[in-house]
């Protein structure tokens, strides 16, 4: 009888966050549609990973696909819960413990513009195009120009016309990029490399709704970390697994 009594209380212990999760049926993320990531079709890596987390609360995930300036106002605002993602915060939004994704990123451009590659030297000083909000100079460890173009396709543009340096981003967005040009080219002529490894996480205000929904998604990927279902997911859409015990 006493076992009985004390069931319920145990079975609370063992839900992550059960009690925070009480009074919270949906969580709204928000970005722009990144391809393998956040599918217009509600396909992709941090759909998927996002999904199992909330799902160990029977909690769901609705997606609203936004510029990611617009995103980041959106969550400011509370008109969302999380943008998903980035490697940076400003006050008053905050990072989450555990990162969705990590990965090297890199620099695309033309081998006769810039010449014999001397690693992150070639950057010293050159243009570089990237994605509005997604790089700051914090981001290269030497002196850089960096210039916003509005999407990857324009920065593809860009380089393949020769009017700049380099452009950087994830490689898997620098291919979609190359995937949407309709400049001719010769690929033989450009290439690219490795310029940087950053680590992406999911951005929170400080509200009490946020910050709870922060926790759940913390204690929830640590424990599918640990109980190996966040590696199928990464395997099927080709990304590694971030390591959560290292953050």
């Given at each position: 009888?006493?076992?009985r009594?004390?069931?319920p209380i145990?079975?609370l ?7 925070s999760?009480?009074d919270i049926?949906?969580?709204i993320?928000?970005s722009?549609?990144w391809?393998?990531?956040t ?9 998927e ?14 997606h ?5 300036a617009r995103?980041?106002e959106l969550?400011?605002?509370g ?6 993602c ?7 939004l905050v990072?989450?413990?555990y ?6 990123f ?14 992150l ?9 990237v994605?509005?909000g ?5 981001n ?23 009017r700049?340096d380099?452009?950087v981003?994830?490689?898997?967005l ?5 995937g ?12 690219t490399?490795?310029v940087?490894r950053r ?7 400080s509200?009490?709704?946020a910050?709870?929904?922060k926790k759940m998604?913390e204690?929830?990927?640590l424990?599918l970390?640990r109980?190996?279902r966040l590696?199928?997911?990464?395997t099927?859409?080709?990304?590694a697994?971030?390591d959560?015990t290292?953050?």
């Open positions: 009888m006493r076992f009594q004390w069931y145990v079975l212990l063992l839900l992550p966050s059960a009690a999760a009480a049926a949906e969580v993320t928000t722009p549609a391809d393998t990531f599918n217009q079709d509600g396909t992709g890596l941090y759909h990973v996002l999904r199992e987390v909330f799902a160990l609360y029977h909690v769901t995930v609705r609203e696909y936004a510029t990611s995103a980041v969550v400011k605002a008109a969302t819960d999380m943008m998903t980035d490697d940076v915060v400003r006050p008053p990072l989450a413990r990162p969705l994704y990590s990965n090297d890199y620099a695309f451009f033309n081998k006769k513009r810039i010449g014999r590659w001397k690693g030297q070639s950057l010293w000083g050159k243009e570089i195009l994605q509005p997604y790089y700051s100079s914090a290269f460890p030497v002196p850089v120009n960096l210039r916003e173009m509005m999407t990857g396709a324009q920065a593809v543009s860009m380089i393949l016309l020769d700049a380099f452009y981003d994830d490689l898997a620098i291919r979609e990029a190359l949407e040009n309709t400049i001719p080219y010769v690929e033989s002529e450009f290439t490399r490795q940087g680590a992406y996480f999911p951005l929170f205000s509200t009490l709704r910050q709870r929904i998604y204690e929830g990927m424990r970390f109980e190996g590696q199928p997911i990464y099927k859409w080709g990304y697994c971030p959560m290292l953050y």
